[in-house]
């Protein structure tokens, strides 16, 4: 009984071409694509019986060593940690792996929830003696150099959500500790450069490129380069570059974000404040409203894609009118019930509204 299918010696016995055909069909598999899943990212899980480097862990077509500098790993000037969602973890394509190879210092902790220090004897270690800090973009956030200034020389202790952004709005949901942090966010200079993923604007970055961001910024008041964010961007740019070969006719999913103002720019998932102060109704997910525009005009609104150039535009289903927040948001959500993702309506005060808005409830820039 045969144990599986012919060894390239045994099939060299039946002839040269049998030899040959089986050394080229071992070639096709060493350079196939990288991450086998068949997706169009590419972000399937790594197939287990191509040879890999030692060094960065990932197939030997793509390594990424030659990126990484002599001097690496970097030891950050924050202490970093990582929430990693599970389905996140197995993404080939994911940035923690490179983050773990730049980074002395890079807590990764693989969970669809945070504990508290309390809880876990990783995140008290991780936090002890240092003000922890939430790289996430939401309600109440504010620039990460106000923490750098304000913490008396406290060392700050980073952390950041890795996952979809789905994903991410679930964690926090699940985790009371991370919504009781103070939040820092990040002004990207333009769109994420994954281009092989797609970012809901150009204020969403990947976990890599926030890392190196933050990094940066904490820096910059020194005037000296961030030799770790430095080390983080050509590694990631290293990596893309070498994935995107990879994938048949692949382009830029970011390209629409750069050169312009997205209005999403300040969006974010809701905090556990944030919903306190709309009221129990408010809808929770992504929002342009806050109590500073209680008593404006509303409008509620969604993104709209052109056939031609794929650019995105804001749509206006509805004109709301002065109502409380609480009842605007309560309208989202209602209005949103059942419809495809991407296809939800949210909130914007009539004042913000771009001027290339198109108007599907008969109140167009006329009516202001």
């Known amino acids: 009984m045969s144990a599986g299918p012919p060894t390239r ?30 997706d169009e990212e590419g972000d399937g899980p790594l197939a287990p019986c191509r040879p890999m480097c030692a060094q960065c862990s990932r197939p030997v077509c793509v390594c990424i060593c030659a990126a990484l500098p002599l001097e690496a790993p970097f030891e950050p000037a924050a202490r970093v940690a990582i929430l990693q969602h599970p389905k996140e973890a197995k ?78 709005a679930g964690m926090l949901d699940r985790s009371p500790w991370l919504r009781r942090l103070p939040r820092a966010a990040l002004s990207p200079a333009g769109p994420s450069e994954y281009v092989f993923r797609r970012q809901p604007s150009s204020g969403y ?23 770790a964010a430095a080390c983080l961007r050509a590694v990631f740019a290293r990596m893309v570059a070498l994935q995107c070969g990879f994938i048949p006719g692949c382009g830029d999913k970011n390209a629409e974000l750069r050169g312009r103002t997205d209005l999403h720019k300040h969006l974010g998932v809701a905090s556990e404040e944030g919903e306190a102060a709309a009221g129990a109704g408010a809808a929770r997910g992504y929002h342009t409203v806050s109590a500073e525009h209680e008593g404006q005009e509303l409008c509620l609104c969604r993104w709209e894609q052109r056939r031609s150039g794929g650019e995105r535009y804001v ?13 605007a948001l309560a309208r989202a959500k209602s209005s949103g019930a059942g419809r495809a993702k991407g296809r939800k309506p949210w909130v914007l005060p009539l004042a913000q509204m771009p001027g290339d808005a198109e108007w599907f ?8």
Do not use: I, Y
């Not at 409830?361 to 202001?368: D, E, I, P």
């Open 9 to 38: 010696h045994e099939q060299a016995e039946d002839g040269p071409a049998a030899a040959a055909a089986a050394a080229t069909a071992e070639l096709a598999a060493a350079v196939a694509e990288p991450e086998g899943s068949g």
């Open 91 to 168: 993404r080939a394509c994911g940035t923690v792996p490179l983050l773990r190879l730049c980074l002395r210092s890079c807590n990764v902790m693989v969970s669809a929830q945070m504990p508290s220090p309390e809880e876990s004897a990783q995140v008290r270690e991780w936090a002890s003696g240092r003000r922890c800090v939430l790289l996430c973009p939401g309600r109440g956030a504010l620039p990460l150099r106000h923490f750098a200034e304000s913490s008396d020389g406290q060392p700050l202790a980073l952390l950041f959500l890795d996952g979809r952004w789905s994903q991410v």
């Open 205 to 227: 970055v990947s976990t890599l490129e926030a890392v190196a961001a933050s990094l940066e910024e904490l820096q910059s008041t020194s005037g000296q380069p961030c030799a």
């Open 315 to 327: 749509v206006v289903e509805e004109r709301l009118g002065v109502l409380p927040l609480q009842e």
């Open 361 to 368: 409830c008969g109140g167009g820039a006329g009516g202001k």
